[in-house]
T-cell receptor, first 112, second 115 residues
């Protein structure tokens, strides 16, 4: 089973920042936090990942608490196209195959 | 930007028929996966594949399922005798498997409808 807990759903106004929380209180020291999203029935899309430090890329920012027990994905200026299910997943920092386990995620609805 | 491609996008078949779903992973990736998603449910892991053999499989991946990388570019999922409950979206994914950077790249999926 997934080792993360996320709210079932959230709404966000278009143009505002969307802050999606994730609880991973049992995370191990060698586990990364990954975020994916699934728009409608398309294939999941990688967004960002991090270990300890905050990360930013062209899609989003990832804020990880100092104790690493929770994190927040930030979409700085949400658009209607960001409406999707967002998944927070932890995985070990090992190379090779890894079966990402998807939970139920957070269904984000961006409102016009 | 490189992408994972899947064919067909939608296949309708009769129960008991064999189905082959095809995937072309990103060219320099070494690790390949199949996932499925029954309508309204979670994305579920089926199988991972590396170096021409299965690395791991879920309990869903029973003897009716098989995977193959026949020619160095395609990665296929075969369902030998389809059942109604096999109706789902099937996603192929690939990764370079790097430590801490092994993000999965998914295809757009193949929708299988079993009648």
């Amino acid at each position: 089973d997934a080792k993360t807990t996320q709210p079932t759903s959230m709404d966000c106004a278009e143009g505002r920042a969307a802050n999606l929380p994730c609880n991973h209180s049992t995370i191990s020291g060698n586990e990364y936090v990954y975020w994916y999203r699934q728009i409608h029935s398309q294939g999941p899309q990688y967004i960002i990942h991090g270990l300890k430090n905050n990360e930013t890329n062209e899609m989003a920012s990832l804020i990880i608490t100092e104790d690493r027990k929770s994190s927040t994905l930030i979409l700085p200026h949400a658009t209607l196209r960001d409406t999707a299910v967002y998944y927070c997943i932890v995985r070990p920092a090992t190379s090779g195959t890894y079966k990402y386990i998807f939970g139920t995620g957070t269904r984000l609805k961006v409102l016009a | 930007e490189p992408e994972v491609t899947q064919t067909p996008s939608h296949q309708v078949t009769q129960m008991g028929q064999e189905v082959i779903l095809r995937c072309v992973p990103i060219s320099n990736h070494l690790y390949f996966y199949w996932y499925r998603q029954i309508l309204g449910q979670k994305v579920e892991f089926l199988v991972s594949f590396y170096n021409n053999e299965i690395s791991e499989k879920s309990e869903i991946f029973d003897d009716q399922f098989s995977v193959e990388r026949p020619d160095g570019s395609n990665f296929t999922l075969k369902i030998r005798s389809t059942k109604l409950e096999d109706s789902a979206m099937y996603f192929c994914a690939s990764s370079n498997g790097g430590e801490g950077t092994g993000e999965l790249f998914f295809g757009e999926g193949s929708r299988l409808t079993v009648l």
